[in-house]
């Protein structure tokens, strides 16, 4: 019989079940709480069947039959919601894990970047076709800054295969206008900052379709003058120097009086957006970022989700040397007044129905913005400036999608409806009770494929960001005065960037006895060996018995390492009156030899090791550990002349530095080079 026949039945199974394709896959949701978005409410006992990567049926759960081979996901208390979007985000791929799976984690199931690269359409297209797992993309082109040679040639440029155009806040008037001109025939969907140059009024006027953050309009709120010609570098600074003028920055800020002096301003801008139907990018949480760095940065540092962040970020942080630490060097109190006029904008957009859209302008790396995470603070933000939690969803679903078929044609997800993209949260309490209920999810559909939460834990687990390389060692040492310590030693790898010792925050050690039982190790004040990049601690009498764990934090970042301490020996000293050179000789040999004779010691194997040191305690010399060594020749070089140092030699149980549980060490011997070497 050829193998062909042998495997045929198994051949023809596979292929049936090949048959059954990507396409067919079916997912059922049953007796879930529906969260539908299409109004503010929930649908008790309903079974949502999910065919390929759309919403085929919807219905009580006893009218809903279930195909023999769905997968079926028990929703029975919990509540199914639509998947979340942040439409204002920048994508990078040097993050130390990838943002496409920390908003998945996050059940962020839609983003779109506002300043676009190629990489973004391919993983666009590699998320369409199933091949790589992350939310559905949008993606702008690069953004039409204002300073290039000639910006309005650029939105043709920039058209192939993005989904919209964005602009920034240093166009000038005319080439404004011409961009407007070429995105309006093309029937491009435009979104962007206020060019400072042009001002709401002339965004209105050649009807550009979105204003990229809600802080756009604080600047309506100041007089400066539009018409002056400056470089890009130059208007911030002139803009925000106007703001401080006309509100007496020298006397402190207050958003009441700015409130009541500048309400007819609002109610013009709330006036002029009504009717344009504008959407407005939220991105709040910028402005809680800034105001947390700048005045409580423990809170700010204490965010469990800055393990995230780039290292880079987070050294700069620490330098001072941060975005927004320089943006505010100096004008700091300008960032807690423009938060609050930021917030009032939010209000009184919210009031008047403007639409509203959820973004977080998350990712670049620049300003501490965690993809995904922030998507969640976003919400926090809005409900605290008072819309209903349904209300904050909204800006992230359906008002979202409102924009995308605006953008694209489909309005096709924001909602639990039939024939919308299957991008689900499964969560276990209710969403409109509290938006923090969001973030406790058991998993997430995004565009029909399924992923449960321990997974999208384990995608974005601590375990696999870059920590701190350490290792510890717990040992006995046998002082030449014949008292026993214990000494604990960690060191530092060299991959770890921060300035040692003071970049280190904590080390703690914890013995798990032999008895299981865990405790916290009392640890003396610590002594630095630079050299070694090695903490050291020294403790009065042997070490207990049991398992040492070392956990060091510094920078954001943790390292751990564990040590075993199984036996306490008490090894021989060296004899000191067997040495050579003896105490206090003076050496003539360029290349000296140091010798000792044999400890005896039966129960294991007995290493040796040759330390020089000057007499300040920095280390000169040292040889490896070496079993059976009794005698070491420094070469060359290393002992310079006329110089006095010391030497010892130290008796250990392991070659190998982790592995050693014991130590005897010899007294220190002087000796002196000679003024003149041979
Ligand atoms: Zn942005």
Excluded at 79 to 101: C, E, F, I, K, T
Excluded at 201 to 209: F, R, S
Excluded at 573 to 582: H, L, N, V
Aim: include cysteine; hydrophobic fraction near 40%; charged fraction near 20%.
């Amino acid at each position: 019989m050829n193998p062909f026949q042998k495997y045929w039945p198994i051949i023809l199974i596979f292929l049936l079940f090949m048959g059954c394709g990507d396409n067919e896959r079916i997912t059922a949701f049953k007796k879930v709480n529906l969260v539908p978005m299409t109004e503010e409410k929930i649908v008790e006992n309903q079974t949502v069947l999910v065919k390929g990567d759309r919403i085929a049926e919807i219905g009580d759960t006893d009218k809903i039959r279930i195909p023999q081979n769905a997968k079926v996901i028990d929703g029975q208390d919990v509540y199914l919601m639509p998947g979340l979007a942040d439409m204002h985000v920048h994508l990078r791929n040097d993050w130390p894990l990838s943002q496409l799976d920390m908003y998945l984690a996050n059940g962020v199931t839609t983003v779109r970047d506002l300043d676009g690269r190629d990489f973004m359409l391919q993983w666009r297209t590699e998320i369409k076709a199933g091949q790589r797992s992350g939310p559905t993309l949008y993606v702008a082109a690069p953004t039409i800054r204002g300073h290039e040679k000639n910006p309005s040639e650029l939105v043709l440029k920039r058209n192939s295969g993005y989904d919209c155009i964005k602009l920034y806040s240093y166009l000038s008037q005319e080439n404004y206008q011409k961009v407007m001109e070429i995105a309006r025939k093309q029937q491009l969907y435009t979104i962007g900052h206020i060019p400072f140059a042009v001002g709401l009024d002339g965004v209105i006027a050649a009807g550009m379709d979105e204003i990229a953050h809600v802080e756009e309009l604080s600047f309506e709120l100041i007089d400066f003058d539009r018409t002056k010609n400056l470089n890009p570098e130059e208007w911030l600074p002139y803009v925000i120097n106007n703001a401080i003028q006309q509100n007496k920055v020298s006397l402190g800020f207050d958003i009441k009086s700015i409130n009541k002096n500048q309400r007819k301003r609002l109610s013009s801008i709330i006036s002029k957006l009504k009717p344009a139907n504008i959407p407005v990018c939220t991105t709040l949480v910028v402005d809680d970022v800034i105001v947390q760095k700048l005045f409580e940065p423990n809170t700010f540092l204490a965010r469990s989700q800055n393990m995230y962040l780039p290292q880079m970020y987070k050294q700069a942080l620490l330098q001072g040397k941060e975005k927004h630490q320089i943006q505010f060097g100096g004008i700091k109190d300008l960032a807690p007044f423009k938060y609050d006029l930021d917030k009032t904008l939010l209000i009184e957009l919210h009031r008047a129905g403007i639409p509203l859209i959820l973004g977080t302008d998350a990712g670049t790396g620049a300003m501490g913005i965690v993809p995904g995470f922030s998507v969640h603070d976003e919400l926090r933000i809005l409900v605290e400036n008072g819309f209903t939690p349904y209300e904050a969803i909204a800006t992230a679903t359906v008002n979202a999608s409102r924009v995308v078929a605006a953008m694209t044609g489909k309005n096709e997800f924001g909602t639990i409806e039939i024939d919308k993209r299957a991008d689900f949260i499964l969560v276990n309490k209710n969403p409109l009770e509290n938006v923090a209920h969001i973030k406790d999810n058991r998993g997430v559909m995004a565009a029909g494929e399924w992923y449960e939460s321990p997974y999208l834990q384990s995608i974005i687990s601590p375990a696999l960001l870059p920590g701190i390389a350490i290792e510890g060692n717990v040992f006995q040492v046998r002082r030449s005065d014949n008292s026993l310590n214990t000494n604990i030693e960690i060191i530092i790898g060299e991959s770890f960037i921060g300035q040692l010792p003071d970049a280190v925050d904590s080390i703690s050690v914890t013995l798990t006895g032999p008895d299981g039982i865990p405790s916290r190790v009392t640890l003396p004040h610590y002594r630095y060996f630079e050299q070694l990049r090695d903490f050291w601690y020294r403790i009065d009498g042997p070490p207990a018995l049991g398992e040492y764990t070392f956990k060091v934090t510094g920078q954001g970042l943790s390292g751990t390492a564990t040590d075993f301490q199984t036996v306490n020996r008490a090894l021989p000293f060296p004899d000191i009156t067997t040495f050579s050179p003896a105490k206090g000789a003076t050496l003539t040999s360029k290349t000296p030899t140091f010798s000792w004779t044999p400890v005896e010691y039966p129960d294991c194997e007995i290493y040796y090791r040759l330390v020089i040191n000057d007499l300040a305690g920095k280390r000169i010399y040292g040889t490896d550990r070496t079993q059976n060594m009794l005698s070491d020749t420094v070469a060359e070089g290393i002992l310079k002349p006329g110089q006095t140092y010391q030497y010892r030699v130290r008796i250990t149980d392991s070659e190998d530095w982790v592995e050693m549980q014991n130590r005897s060490d010899s007294q220190w011997l002087t000796f002196t080079m000679s003024e003149t070497l041979e």
